[in-house]
């Protein structure tokens, strides 16, 4: 059995699949309920910890926000949090469990997913573009993922777009995700209804039915 891990902008989940049953166990908790990274990589450890007590784990998967496939660290600049750096969380796992550890870009592993099992099996090279907290996007090019020099291939939602003066939790101005993702859409409902903070906007669920 192995353990895939979808660190998320709203929940981080983590399911315990068998190559014959498939998914056999779910567990999830709240990215933001954690007050700060350190707290956040604490929990998540532990949440990983129990997870391969109970099950016969034989390798660990995981998707990652900001991750950087040159150093092996991921640096999530959407979690509002002080003391987010860059973190090495295959190192990390490993040091803890002892079980082999992969971590890719989120977008990179549903580019992957989509290239091996899901309709990307149908074409060799092919873009896909993921919606939620943040904005993101993998690339594949001849049945292989792209990363691009640097290793940043797909970020998306950091592509300067002009006449948006927002500033990004990556601290740079003007990125589409300030407009193009879950808080994008929050931060202009928040200006169309004239209030002081994005949070107090309705959910993005509620906005889209009410879109509808």
């Known amino acids: 059995m192995v353990l895939g891990i979808d660190i998320g902008g709203t929940n981080t989940e983590f399911a315990v699949v068998d190559s014959v049953k498939g998914i056999v166990h779910i567990k999830k908790f709240k990215t933001k309920s954690n007050n700060s990274f350190l707290n956040y990589i604490d929990n998540f450890t532990d949440m990983v910890k129990d997870l391969t007590k109970k099950f016969n784990i034989s390798s660990i998967g995981i998707g990652a926000p900001n991750f950087d496939s040159k150093s092996n660290k991921f640096c999530p600049v959407n979690f509002n949090w002080s003391d987010v750096k860059p973190f090495n969380l295959v190192q990390h796992l490993e040091n803890e469990v002892s079980i082999s550890t992969s971590v890719v870009n989120d977008a990179n592993a549903v580019a992957l997913a989509e290239n091996r099992y899901g309709i990307g099996r149908n074409v060799n090279s092919f873009v896909i573009i993921t919606i939620g907290t943040g904005l993101g996007a993998g690339i594949v ?34 990125c589409l995700e300030t407009v193009v993702s879950a808080n994008g859409i929050k931060r202009t409902i928040a200006t169309k209804l004239k209030l002081n903070n994005p949070k107090d906007a309705p959910e993005v669920r509620s906005i889209f039915e009410n879109a509808k």
Request: glycine share 20%; net charge negative.
């Open 141 to 174: 090019i001849n049945n292989h993922l792209f990363n691009g020099s640097y290793g940043y291939a797909g970020e998306f939602g950091h592509t300067k777009v002009e006449n948006i003066e927002r500033t990004c939790n990556c601290g740079g101005i003007g």
